[in-house]
């Protein structure tokens, strides 16, 4: 049975029926009607007439959903501006301008200059976006990495560093010069290589010592020791073009590279002189006879001092870089320091276990010194003589022949014989290897660095010198990384 509230609803009254009252057309009820059925019929009036009369208290929403696009360049697309509307123009060409104009302002923005003709009543915040470019395609186009981490910002990940990593420098692992070195002797405890301050490169092959000009490549004989003598050391001045070459006769030479010419001969060893260093006008000399003679070019003397306390030959000798200390290694397996003035050792060091040929100090901390120890050894050992103390060891599974520290940046280079013959890039003092370099076929017997800090030379008993680009500029200093 049909509902008899819902059969008042006539949308016209039958004919014959009498017409009802004001009152009762404008609810189209029966005069008759009870309270509760005209509760009931104005209740279902709102529900069916909903759409017709909305609710002044309530904002409706439209059910499509605009994304925002504010700040994109959609003027690449070459859209008409809108039409200004007159006041002679109709109805409809007035709502198409308005929703024109609300179309570009929600397209470009605030930026586009067109006022958004919202009403207060209407204002919602998507009218007002926030002003970012998702399609800017020729200026953002390179975010910083920390913005594509998906964590967010560094303050939600306290700890982590989202700067961009920066890619560890390249050393080459081929020598971009192979020099042929006839002659050069395969013999541990000698050193027959060293580079100037005015970038001229002195080596001794037999009797002979030649220099090798790095900037013109120009190669010129120094001079010739005859069939009774042999070159087993050389050793450039700090200043100067003066190079002191050491003998196997006992003697030391001073000569003029500039002139080519014999400056004096000195005298004092007995035995071969292995090992030479500089200490401005102080010249140091360590024999085969254990021996280390100080001497001053600048004195008639042929030696000022002499320094005792080596069991067997010495055969590394280096100057620290402040010209305070002298540290000298010898076939005796010991490491000592000296000071300016002393003629016995001031410091001992007796951890290594074979010749201690390789020595350098570093240019970038006071009193660190760097060791290596031979085939029965094969450790670099560094020590602080400031505090007398030994700070660390590293095993590099080969003989250690010898060591340069960089000048531009806190690395060392270390090279090897006895079994690998290779040579070893470090970052200190993490001792790192940045670099393993091979192609010498003998021991890698000989080292020295350019005066730029950025190149090492290397020479071995295959009677070839190598070149290498192993350190950067100072101008290109890195953290090694």
């Known amino acids: 049975m049909e509902d008899p509230a819902i059969q008042r609803f006539p949308s016209q009254p039958a004919p014959g029926t009498p017409t009802p009252s004001s009152s009762s057309s404008q609810l189209n009820l029966a005069p008759t009607m009870s309270d509760e059925d005209s509760a009931r019929s104005r209740y279902i009036e709102r529900l069916i007439n909903a759409n017709h009369h909305p609710s002044p208290s309530r904002t409706i929403y439209s059910d499509r959903f605009i994304p925002t696009r504010t700040g994109s360049n959609f003027g690449l697309f070459h859209l008409p501006a809108p039409r200004q509307?007159?006041?002679?123009?109709?109805?409809?060409?007035?709502?198409?301008?308005?929703?024109?104009?609300?179309?570009?302002?929600?397209?470009?923005?605030?930026?586009?200059?067109?006022?958004?003709?919202?009403?207060?009543?209407?204002?919602?915040?998507?009218?007002?976006?926030?002003?970012?470019?998702?399609?800017?395609?020729?200026?953002?186009?390179?975010?910083?990495?920390?913005?594509?981490?998906?964590?967010?910002?560094?303050?939600a990940m306290p700890g982590v560093n989202h700067s961009p990593v920066k890619a560890p420098r390249k050393i080459p692992r081929s020598p971009y010069k192979v020099l042929d070195a006839p002659a050069l002797q395969d013999d541990f405890y000698l050193n027959l290589v060293d580079w100037s301050t005015h970038n001229v490169l002195a080596v001794g092959l037999g009797n002979c010592v030649y220099l090798w000009n790095a900037c013109s490549s120009k190669v010129t004989k120094l001079c010739d020791l005859g069939v009774d003598d042999s070159v087993c050391s050389v050793g450039w001045a700090q200043r100067g073009t003066h190079l002191a070459v050491g003998t196997s006769n006992g003697k030391v030479q001073i000569w003029d590279a500039s002139r080519c010419k014999r400056v004096r001969t000195m005298e004092g060893h007995r035995l071969r002189v292995g090992a030479l260093a500089w200490s401005s006008a102080l010249l140091s000399s360590g024999g085969r006879d254990k021996s280390i003679f100080q001497r001053d070019i600048r004195a008639q003397e042929d030696f000022v001092s002499k320094l005792s306390g080596h069991k067997s030959e010495v055969c590394g000798l280096k100057w620290s870089y402040d010209n305070r200390e002298l540290a000298s290694g010898g076939n005796d397996n010991r490491l000592f320091v000296w000071n300016q003035n002393s003629t016995q050792p001031v410091l001992k060091y007796c951890e290594h276990t074979a010749a201690v040929k390789a020595i350098a100090w570093s240019p970038h901390v006071n009193g660190l010194l760097a060791s290596g120890g031979g085939t029965a050894d094969r450790c670099i050992r560094f020590w602080n003589t400031t505090t007398n103390s030994h700070l660390s060891c590293m095993d590099t599974g080969s003989q250690v022949c010898n060591l340069v520290w960089s000048k531009n940046v806190n690395e060392l280079v270390s090279t090897h014989g006895y079994s690998q013959n290779q040579i070893i890039v470090w970052r200190y003092p993490a001792m790192s290897k940045l670099a393993t370099l091979t192609g010498h076929t003998y021991r890698v017997l000989y080292l020295a660095i350019s005066p730029d800090g950025q190149t090492i030379v290397t020479g071995a008993g295959d009677e070839t010198l190598r070149f290498w680009n192993v350190f950067p500029s100072a101008k290109s200093q890195f953290n090694c990384c």
């Open 85 to 155: 509307s007159s006041s002679s123009e109709g109805r409809e060409d007035s709502s198409t301008s308005v929703y024109s104009t609300l179309l570009r302002t929600v397209l470009f923005g605030p930026e586009s200059g067109v006022v958004s003709p919202v009403t207060p009543e209407k204002r919602s915040d998507w009218m007002n976006p926030p002003s970012r470019n998702i399609f800017r395609y020729k200026t953002d186009t390179c975010q910083a990495l920390h913005s594509l981490f998906p964590f967010g910002s560094d303050d």
